[in-house]
């Protein structure tokens, strides 16, 4: 299976995704991940990407579409995969679109994970205690959300006039969520 989770930042996506692999056997291929862990290598690229992801602004489309498409032509996915974060831009969805007609594939489900924004905001806020990440602060969470209405959200329809989008609810336990995925991806397969 080839599945998108898609959704603001802090819905869930990162926590959901990594169930649904470790249930479906399928690579877990993160964007957010992998800059982060460029910018912690301190590679060439990591250098790039380091202040716009800090200011809450998305790395540049160039950059992220070259790291996926190396990442999809390991020999791991070639039985599926799981995009988480990616695409986060119309001309990103494009570019898939583009690299999986070539080998006449397609994708078989997107997540459109939804949460109010105060929810959001409470998690994120929360995993900012936690976890050391540069782009959680209060300043920053909220520039992400405006990156998220302008740049992110239009891939709703996108993928809505695809007949491949599904609307999960992200309110409840881990649990709860990861059950209501399950019971949309049977229907799926
Ligand atoms: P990501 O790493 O994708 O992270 P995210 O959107 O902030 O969070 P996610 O939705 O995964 O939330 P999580 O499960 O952790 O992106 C980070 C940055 O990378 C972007 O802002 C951008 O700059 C850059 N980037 C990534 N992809 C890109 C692309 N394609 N193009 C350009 N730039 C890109 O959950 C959040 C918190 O909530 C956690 O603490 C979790 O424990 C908690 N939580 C989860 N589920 C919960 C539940 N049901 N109840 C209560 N708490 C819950």
């Known amino acids: 299976m080839r599945i998108i989770f898609l959704g603001p930042p802090g819905v869930g996506k990162g926590t959901?995704?990594?169930?649904?692999v470790d249930t479906?056997?399928?690579?877990?291929?993160?964007t957010g991940e992998m800059l982060r862990?460029?910018?912690?290598?301190?590679t060439e690229?990591?250098?790039k990407v380091a202040s716009q992801m800090e200011g809450g602004r998305l790395a540049a489309d160039e950059i992220v579409v070259q790291l996926v498409r190396q990442r999809l032509a390991q020999s791991d996915c070639r039985n599926g995969y799981l995009l988480d974060g990616f695409p986060r831009?119309?001309?990103?969805?494009a570019s898939l679109d583009l690299a999986l007609?070539?080998?006449d594939e397609a994708i078989d489900a997107v997540l459109n994970l939804t949460v109010d924004q105060e929810e959001l905001f409470r998690r994120l806020?929360?995993?900012?205690k936690k976890e050391d990440r540069g782009d959680d602060n209060e300043d920053t969470i909220r520039q992400r959300m405006t990156v998220y209405h302008d740049m992110t959200s239009p891939l709703i329809a996108y993928y809505e006039e695809q007949g491949v989008l599904h609307r999960i609810d992200g309110i409840g336990t881990v649990e709860e969520v990861f059950d209501r995925i399950c019971h949309v991806l049977n229907k799926v397969e």
């Open 101 to 103: 007609a070539v080998d």
């Open 24 to 30: 479906l056997d399928i690579p877990h291929i993160s």
């Open 37 to 42: 862990e460029a910018i912690r290598a301190k």
């Open 45 to 47: 690229l990591g250098l």
């Open 16 to 20: 959901q995704s990594q169930k649904l």
């Open 89 to 93: 831009t119309l001309p990103q969805a």
């Open 125 to 128: 806020m929360e995993r900012a």
